[in-house]
């Protein structure tokens, strides 16, 4: 019910840009957000969106990450800028979906990993 795509290798110091994409009979997306899980460590929060488009980042990674949703396409991405060595995790999507049916739904995306290393 959610893709995530985007990740890979990048050296410290380069961007990145994932993407996440919600998919079914989906009324309205309340949240959306990017976790991150390093090894060996807690998954973590590493920015969050609002349906009326308040965000909110870690901060780790304020003023080098960005996200941003497309609502009209039930998108969502996280532009990574000045990346370092600790931000190498495998970054989840996480959305709070309401069906069309009414029901509320908390989903998780597979995963991609993002390596930074020279």
């Known amino acids: 019910q959610l893709q995530a795509s985007g990740g890979g290798l990048v050296r410290p110091g380069g961007s990145l840009r994932l993407s996440c994409a919600a998919s079914?009979?989906?009324?309205?997306?309340?949240?959306m957000g990017w976790y991150r899980q390093a090894p060996g460590k807690q998954r973590e929060l590493v920015a969050g969106?609002?349906?009326?488009?308040?965000?909110n980042y870690a901060d780790s990674v304020k003023g080098r990450f960005t996200i941003s949703r497309d609502n009209t396409k039930n998108m969502m991405y996280l532009q990574m800028n000045s990346l370092k060595p600790e931000d190498t995790a495998v970054y989840y999507c996480?959305?709070?979906?309401?069906?069309?049916?009414?029901?509320?739904?908390?989903?998780w995306g597979q995963g991609t990993q993002v390596t930074v290393s020279s």
């Open positions: 079914g009979s989906i009324f309205s997306i309340n949240y």
């Open positions: 996480n959305a709070i979906v309401v069906r069309t049916s009414g029901r509320r739904y908390d989903y």
């Open positions: 969106t609002l349906s009326g488009g308040s965000t």
